[in-house]
């Protein structure tokens, strides 16, 4: 599946203090917590086809990179792993265990919370004027055409990224930094 996974580019601000970071982090856990509520509706819809189970890994692709401040939620929730433990072979996510299971599961980062579903996304045409694309997990194509499903059988991506962007900017001053999933196993956690 190759779908965009774009956040905006924004103007940079000017440094923010301890207290914006963490409530950019407590704006990141809730915006996890409507998307996994609004993901978890669209998987019940689409119950039968959907094979994504426990130690499915076909879309835990390795040098995943996310925002810092989603690494940073990683870092606080699975300090012994990063530091004690080992990332999984290059080939796929490092922070899966070794039955292809997510180490981090219930921290993990927002673009994990919504594979598997049928995705719908805007691109803007050379041309002028905009498309609309489509795409599923390519173990879950059986049963309608993503195409043919309603607006609302689909996740929309463009809404919740927006807003983790903006999450991010508040954490890093503006900027839009990402980190490298496999690279929280070389960069420890400090202590807290």
Sequence with gaps: MTSPRRAP??????????????????????????????????????GPRLRCRRGCAD?????????????????????????????HPPGVCALLGADGSCRVYPHRPYVCRTQGLPLRWFDE????????????????????AVEALAEADCWTIGPAEGRLAAIQQRFGAGRLDRVALRALFANPPKSW
Excluded: M, Y
């Design 9 to 46: 580019e924004a103007p940079a601000r000017p440094e923010t203090a301890g207290g914006d970071r963490e409530r950019a982090l407590e704006e990141l856990q809730r915006l996890h917590a409507e998307v996994d509520q609004r993901s978890a509706a669209l998987a019940l819809r689409h």
């Design 59 to 87: 879309c835990c692709v390795d040098e995943l990179r996310v925002f810092e401040v989603e690494a940073e939620r990683i870092r606080r929730a699975a300090s012994s792993l990063l530091v004690e433990g080992k990332p």
């Design 125 to 144: 045409l050379r041309a002028g004027g905009v498309v609309e694309r489509r795409d599923i997990c390519p173990l879950n194509a059986e049963g309608p």
